[in-house]
């Protein structure tokens, strides 16, 4: 079964893909030094020259520092469910429509198929009946009057 979205369209690609401007922690905005050498010299990236040589960015955190991060956390996270709910919600309305006509399609289809084996039966019924009629009247003595 083929799904009634088509990934080009899914708004929810930005809100996963997006990029934050967001201000970096003081000990992560201090400046790197550039490396020096023969690496540096000759314009190729060493694994040397690829290591950070300032403060490392996950420097302690002080009280203030968590309460900004837990805002951020809060306000991104409110900001995703804002955005995502809608689309849960068109996106369960459809599956649940979906699935509501499969299943009033299956139930008619078992009803139809209920009422054909029904009338079947009936009609088998009747013939054996009329059968039987037209042979206990035969099998009768006619008496004449």
Known sequence: MQSPFSPRDDAGIPVLTEVLDIPLPPSARAPRTAPSGPASLAGEAGPAAMAPTG??????RGPD??????????????????????LLKTRMRAALEVAAARALGDIADHLREELGRMVDEAVQKELIRREAADIQARSRPRTEE
């Open 55 to 60: 403060p490392h960015p996950a420097a302690p």
């Open 65 to 86: 520092l968590e309460t900004q991060i837990e805002t951020l956390r809060t306000t991104i996270l409110q900001d995703l469910l804002d955005r995502v709910d809608p």
